[in-house]
């Protein structure tokens, strides 16, 4: 499960399975170079008869462009054979195409292409509703709703990667965007949820000793970091560095006995006092790292 569009997703879904042959640059700017990797284990495991045991991928976040939505229908254009004045004669307007899709007037799809261009619909009318009306719960709350359905349908024994940015992913409410202490970040709803299981869930942060930074998304900019810049002694990150060097590391917060325990960490902005195994369980810590060429679609 990865932050990005349930419309793009979807479509990433199909191109690691196969069902896709290409996608558009709306689609690759999470990290093609992964998406690549997960369509060459799957094609190996199709040519194996192992099709059952395939990665899934889903997009749990925000439409957060309208292109997204328009390129996934254009898609199913082809994928399914349709006319290719389906959705353009309802002017992609995810309100008509669901009001038609509901009397029916949608022709030449099965049960299960209808259930995917619901889903699509129904997730890109709630995007441009919480777009229009920005509030952060009500955006955890859409993925919240995304994650879970994600859970729910799962088969047992299956293993679940959901890949967020590190404030959703808190298991505690640390880093807050709002000034409520009522917000619950998703790392902290599935906390909730999975309170029963110890076992259930693990969620851990990466970091970097240096590398290309960008510190917003949509934006083009980017900045280089060293953390020998802002190195405080006595620092996880001091350490970690004089001990391993260019390697990468992973910190297991769980084998700390001490919950209570807060530590000093460098992140590429700042110095953060982070209560270990409470906010994360885990660190993973990459020698350098860089913004991925995909990210350009966003400097077009």
Same mark, same amino acid.
């Given at each position: 499960m990865q932050e990005t569009s349930s419309s793009s997703g979807?479509?990433?879904?199909?191109?690691?399975?196969?069902? *896709?042959?290409? *996608? !558009?640059?709306? !689609?690759?700017?999470?990290?093609?170079i992964m998406i690549e990797k997960l369509a060459n284990f799957n094609q190996r495991l199709r040519e194996e008869g192992r099709e059952e045991e395939q990665i899934s991928y889903v997009g749990f976040d925000l439409n957060h462009m309208r292109t997204e939505y328009q390129t996934a229908l254009a898609h199913m254009i082809s994928?399914?054979? *349709? +006319?290719?004045?389906t959705f353009t004669s309802y002017n992609s307007d995810a309100l008509k195409i669901k009001e038609a899709l509901e009397k029916g007037q949608i022709k030449g799809i099965d049960a299960e292409q209808l259930e995917e261009i619901k889903y699509i619909t129904e997730?890109?009318? !709630?995007?441009a509703e919480i777009l229009a009306n920005w509030d952060d719960f009500d955006r955890e709350d859409f993925i919240e709703k995304y994650v879970f359905k994600a859970i729910d349908e799962s088969k047992e024994g299956e293993k679940l990667l959901v890949n967020a940015g590190a404030w959703h992913a808190q298991l505690i409410l640390h880093w807050n965007v709002t000034k409520d202490d009522s917000f619950q970040w998703l790392g902290m709803r599935l906390k909730e949820r999975y309170k029963d299981d110890p076992n259930g869930l693990y969620s851990f942060f990466c970091n970097t000793y240096k590398g290309e930074i960008r510190s917003n998304l949509y934006r083009p900019d980017s900045f280089n970091y060293e953390a020998d810049d802002k190195l405080r002694a006595g620092s996880l990150i001091s350490y970690l560095m004089k001990a391993y060097g260019n390697k990468t590391v992973f910190v297991d917060f769980k084998t700390v006995p001490d919950n209570s325990l807060s530590i000093d960490i460098q992140i +590429?902005?700042?110095i953060i006092d982070l209560p270990v195994?409470?906010?994360f369980n885990g660190m993973l810590v990459y020698p350098e790292?860089?913004? +991925?060429?995909? *990210?350009? %679609? %966003?400097?077009?």
């Open positions: 979807l479509m990433i879904d199909y191109y690691i399975k196969g069902k *896709l042959s290409t *996608l !558009e640059a709306d !689609e690759k700017f999470v990290d093609f994928l399914y054979q *349709l +006319p290719s004045h997730a890109q009318i !709630e995007s +590429p902005h700042h195994n409470r906010q790292i860089h913004v +991925p060429k995909t *990210l350009k %679609y %966003y400097e077009d």
